[in-house]
């Protein structure tokens, strides 16, 4: 079973932190920094296991960790899980034009919600990443590795959400508002007399 | 005026605004105490958001053990939002070991029966986090009516949570056995994959389920080969092999049904063949399933030519330059060790190479493969590659290493000599790494092989001239030096280079040694010790030995001051007795499993015979036990009887001899009446002491209303038996007994106060004294 998945920064700031086993909150912070610890000391180009530290267990689990630009995505596991498994759990998609059926969960995963997701959308969004985590891995172990039925199930609890929220929620339903919104072409240069507005490149929002 | 509460966006930006750590447990204990005092206050809007930037400072370290509360009343309410958050709350701040983790047993409980699929949802997940034994088995049944809910998405959650359940309330296996079979027929890849780890879970815990699943082993062999065969569902395929988890996890069943059962292996053998050849293992995901599939082969009972493509593909990726893959093929080829050393073995090279990874992962499997790898024939070659392992290996391995060797040289050392070498040659490298017992057991080593005395002692003594920093080397070299001074000085020994040695330059080694503060205590003794010895061994006159001695008699180390004070007298008073006591020592008697190993070797005669005579005592016993158990290629059963034959040598053997009978003792006599003490001392129980006090009457008339009492010091407890009568007849009639039991448990002298009356001769008489002469083995 999966013991622990913890992403911290380059400098050991955790950014995501679930135990799937009790442990108090000394020795979960304890952890979380014993891991950072072993995990830094790695060079780039070596193997992407370690043997666990004392805290979590000791040799007889593993910390399963890839290091994504200024990211490690660690998972603690016991020796029942598949490590070449929980590796492709972790992997970032392939640099090459996306195949069908190149799909690697997590991290691409969070890469669908989160739109090109990087570490301060980790970092502002943590009850958002806890939520989809929680899609894929419950109890330690794996729920769902299909990354549509993932993708589905969060946007169906977010507008459950977003129709709970009324009044409050008005800012958050006109910015979605905005963003269905299909716009004509836009000028790119609105010259009004001396005042000239450059308006920027939108993507769309589809 | 309160303040508007901050979003948690704003409050992370306002902690990473922060310049220092002061600085931000400043803005942060701000933010707790708004935090606290609206919990107070109670404004359920804004709970939510509240307890949301509560768990992000928990997720930093800081303490939010305040918020539990506030998760139950957040999970109790009817708003999705607020659901979300108070069990996200309740998986993160609360564990089973608080007693605020019961009281959302209820909330589940309505959540599970009555919610809406993502209420039921959230529901699962947080029991499955934290639910603990007493709140799974409230809800076990509640979990048990989901499992057969319409909606794939909870049915997938409630299997998990099932496998939880299952962990911590074994007994429930039995509600979640029966749907088993019928989630095995859905087609849902999420299903599936939580059902086949229900499964393996309850065969893990029970062989009776083990036995019960055994029928199911045709089905996953069908899906397991749909998943194969077919390029389907592109949704769970990664890297172009569909669903490898899934793969994964039915290949984990198959291995743990086919283990030791026949049939069941037949049934899996075609298909483990044709995932092994046809599995594109260019992607990782590929890789994954194949390690399963060869895990799953070589556990099961599998066709010999399918275990022989196993190991060989393990083989193949060991070669991989991808480092994960030969990480895994280490691990995967330990673990086969055991079992199939001679399919292993023909991979020695590669894992060898392995060994100078730069990797410390990999070079940490390497290691321990090859030293499981060494067996009699190839342990010189892989003594040699570790060695040189040894002198370049990272510091956390030096220890596993050197011990690594030490233990294969002695299970395996061709000769004596060799054996040796090695140990002298770790010493050196990594002396400090090496296991306490390595000096002992180097000392014994040496003492045993008379024949190499000469040469052992030549190379400790270089080694030692060498270097005087590595402790169990100069342990070592000291006590050889010592023993076997005679031996360094005669010159000329075939199997080393000559080397001249002057007695002083030996004694002036030794105390260089004694003086340097590298040497700890425990060395410092050595040395002294084997000063000492040179005094008789050395035939020069002793002034400088005498010296050293005395100068260390005053040494602020209280254990060689008192050596050196024993030496000095031995010097001074007792000149005569010094060539006795610093003879040659006799061979230590070694225990454990050296012992039997040891004598396994003596005696099958691999190395010439020790002479001292003890133990070729233990010769001859072997022997008499060889003949009778066939050979001495059972050291288990060798070793109990051995044990025995040692202990028993100096002594007889057998149980404790019985103890000599206790002479019986007349306390009393009068006018004919005698009465008379006999002890006994039962064997079970030391403290007891049994006294039978006997009545005898010889004389003319009858003794009548006999009673005898006794009184025992305080610390004895004393019990009185009934007498067998209360008359004696005259003229040696039937006498009276009467037993007594005294404890003595503290083994005091014992003193016994008699008081008798009876009638004789028509007089009614009363007697009282005191047994004084009991005889010592009484009460010893």
């Known amino acids: 079973m999966i013991k622990a998945i913890l992403i911290f920064n380059n400098h050991g700031k955790p950014r995501l932190s679930k135990f799937y086993q009790p442990y108090s909150e000394d020795t979960q ?54 490590e070449l498994g929980i590796l492709d759990l972790i992997q970032w998609p392939e640099q090459h034009p996306k195949q069908v059926g190149s799909q690697q969960v997590f991290v691409e995963t969070l890469d669908k919600c989160f739109e090109n997701v990087c570490e301060l959308d980790l970092i502002f969004h943590v009850d958002k990443v806890h939520n989809i985590l929680a899609e894929m891995v419950m109890g330690g172990m794996v729920l769902e590795t299909n990354m549509n039925e993932i993708v589905t199930q969060i946007d169906a609890q977010n507008k459950l959400e977003k129709s709970e929220a009324g009044l409050a929620g008005a800012p958050a339903r006109a910015v979605s508002a905005v963003k269905n919104m299909n716009l004509p072409e836009i000028p790119r240069n609105i010259n009004i007399g001396d005042i000239s507005i450059k308006v920027p490149n939108l993507p769309s929002f589809k | 005026m309160v303040m ?39 404004d359920p809007l804004l709970r939510q958001r509240q307890l949301a930037k509560l768990l992000y400072v928990h997720m930093l370290g800081y303490p939010a053990h305040f918020g539990q509360m506030e998760c139950l009343k957040l999970i109790a309410s009817p708003r999705f939002s607020d659901k979300r958050v108070g069990y996200l709350g309740a998986m993160l701040l609360l564990d089973e070991r608080q007693d605020a983790h019961l009281l959302i047993t209820n909330s589940i409980k309505n959540d599970l029966s009555q919610g809406v699929q993502p209420v039921q949802a959230l529901a699962l997940c947080t029991l499955s986090t934290v639910g603990s034994a007493e709140m799974c088995r409230d809800l076990a049944s509640e979990v048990e009516k989901l499992l057969l809910e319409p909606s794939s998405y909870v049915r997938k959650k409630a299997v998990l949570t099932a496998v939880h359940m299952i962990r911590k309330v074994p007994e429930l296996s039995n509600i979640f ?54 390029g389907c569902s592109t949704e769970h395929s990664i890297s172009g092999v569909s669903d490898p988890f899934l793969q994964v996890q039915i290949l984990r069943l198959l291995r743990i049904l086919g283990q030791n059962h026949e049939e069941s292996s037949e049934a899996m053998n075609d298909l483990l063949a044709q995932v092994a050849t046809n599995t594109d293992t260019s992607r990782n995901a590929g890789s994954a399933v194949l390690f399963e599939t060869v895990l799953t082969i070589m556990d099961i009972r599998s066709a010999p030519g399918l275990r022989v493509l196993a190991v060989n ?159 169990p080397l100069v342990q070592v070299a000291s006590w050889c030096i010592g023993e076997y001074g005679d031996l360094l000085l005669e010159g000329s020994c075939e199997e080393t280079e000559p080397l001249q040695v002057e007695e002083e330059e030996v004694l002036a080694l030794l105390e260089r040694v004694l003086q340097s503060h590298l040497s700890l205590p425990a060395t410092r003794g050595y040395a002294l010790t084997a000063l000492m010895k040179l005094s008789t061994r050395f035939h020069g006159d002793n002034n400088r030995i005498r010296q050293v001695v005395s100068i260390y008699g005053s040494c602020l180390d ?223």
Not at chain 2, 214 to 224: A, G, N, T
Not at chain 2, 361 to 382: G, H, K, Y
Request: glycine letters at 6%; aromatic letters at 6%; one cysteine or more.
């Open chain 2, 313 to 471: 593909i393990l083989g193949r990726f060991l070669l991989n330059s991808d480092k994960n893959i030969r990480y895994v093929a280490l691990t995967s080829l330990l673990r086969l060790v055991q079992s199939d050393h001679s399919a292993v073995q023909r991979h020695r090279p590669t894992v060898v190479e392995c060994l100078q990874e730069p990797d410390y992962s990999l070079s940490r499997r390497a290691l321990e493969l090859s030293l499981a790898l060494v067996n009699s024939s190839n342990v010189r070659a892989m003594t040699q590659e570790l060695q040189s392992f040894l002198e370049a290996c990272p510091p956390d391995l030096r220890a596993d290493c050197a011990s690594g060797i030490l233990l294969a040289a002695e299970r395996f050392a061709p000769t004596k000599r060799w054996h040796i070498d090695t140990i002298l040659r770790v010493l050196t490298t990594a002396g400090t790494h090496v296991r306490d017992d390595a000096v002992a057991n180097l000392t014994q080593l040496i003492g045993g092989a008379q024949e190499l005395h000469a040469y052992s002692v030549r190379r400790l003594y270089s080694a030692l001239a060498e270097d005087i920093s590595q402790q």
């Open chain 1, 29 to 82: 912070q304890q952890i979380i920094r014993e891991t950072f610890h072993l995990v830094s000391k790695r060079d780039e180009n070596v193997c992407n296991f370690l043997e666990g530290g004392l805290l979590i267990g000791g040799s007889d689990n593993k910390l399963i960790y890839r290091h994504y630009a200024t990211l490690y995505f660690v998972f603690c596991v016991d020796s029942s899980e598949s």
């Open chain 2, 558 to 780: 209280l254990e060689l001051q008192q050596r050196a004070v024993e030496y000095n007298a031995l010097f001074r008073k007792y000149d005569h007795m010094r060539a006795a006591i610093l003879e040659k020592m006799p061979l230590a008697e070694r225990s454990g499993p050296q012992a039997e190993e040891q004598a396994e070797e003596e005696g099958r005669g691999a190395s010439p015979a020790p002479t001292e005579p003890k133990t070729s005592e233990l010769l001859n016993l072997l022997d008499l036990l060889d003949d009778s158990s066939g050979g001495a290629q059972h050291p288990a059963p060798l070793c109990p009887s051995l044990g025995d034959a040692v202990g028993c040598l100096p002594a007889m053997p057998g149980a404790p001899p019985p103890l000599a009978p206790i002479l019986d003792l007349r306390v009393f006599e009068r006018q004919g009446l005698q009465l008379t003490l006999s002890f006994e001392r039962p064997s079970g129980v030391p403290a007891l002491l049994l006294i039978t006090a006997t009545a005898t009457n010889s004389s003319g008339s009858d003794v009548t209303h006999f009673v005898c009492q006794a009184a025992v010091p305080k610390s004895f407890q004393l019990q009185l038996q009934a007498p067998s009568g209360d008359t004696l007849p005259a003229q040696g009639g039937l006498p009276i007994t009467q037993l007594l039991r005294v404890l003595n448990p503290n083994k005091a002298p014992l003193r016994l106060k008699l008081r008798l009356t009876y009638n004789h001769f028509g007089q009614s008489v009363q007697e009282v004294f005191e047994v004084n002469n009991l005889p010592v083995e009484t009460w010893q």
């Open chain 2, 177 to 230: 056995l029966p749907p088993c079979a019928q989630l095995l027929r859905e087609r849902h890849h999420g299903i599936l994959l939580g059902t086949i780890t229900l499964i393996t879970e309850l065969c893990e815990r029970s062989p009776a389920s083990l036995k019960h699943f055994r029928k199911v082993v045709p089905q996953l062999v069908q899906i397991l080969r749909t998943l194969v065969t077919s």
């Open chain 2, 4 to 42: 508007p509460s901050l979003k948690l966006q704003d409050l992370i930006e306002e902690i990473r605004g922060a310049k220092t750590q002061a600085q931000e447990r400043e803005v942060i204990q701000k933010e707790c105490a708004h935090i606290r005092a609206s919990f107070r206050d109670g």
